[in-house]
């Protein structure tokens, strides 16, 4: 018998450097965080993502990009999602710290869903 872990979707808008590095981890894992990247900043909605990669990190980047994956809802519950902004601008704030738990927790593989120039 096989067991279904619920999943939850979530979005990451990313730029080229980032992208490398999870082609690199063949699309199962997030690379570390920089020293002045304290948080892991995954998305709730896929519009939020779209607006940051197109707005900003083609701008900051000189391409935008946003990837789709499923981690196992009953580990998401320890991160109270965040509201950056407007109804919508919906996150979670990951420490860097605790990266290697929350990918052990992907369910699956990153998948790039939009790519912005």
């Known amino acids: 018998m096989t067991s279904q872990r619920a999943t939850t ?39 939020y993502a779209v607006k940051i990669a197109r707005d900003w ?15 196992e809802s009953a580990f998401l519950r ?13 996150e979670l704030w990951v420490p860097a710290g605790e990266r290697d738990e929350f990918n052990a927790h992907i369910v699956g593989k990153i998948r790039l869903v939009h790519e912005f120039h």
């Open 9 to 47: 979707t979530l979005w990451r808008p990313t730029g080229p450097k980032e992208l490398e590095l999870v082609r690199e981890l063949g699309w199962r894992s997030w690379p570390s965080r920089l020293p002045e990247q304290p948080i892991f900043y995954p998305v709730l909605n896929e519009d």
């Open 57 to 71: 990190n083609v701008k900051h980047d000189g391409a935008g990009f946003v990837t789709r994956f499923e981690v």
């Open 78 to 90: 320890r991160y109270p999602v965040q509201q950056a902004g407007g109804q919508t601008i919906l």
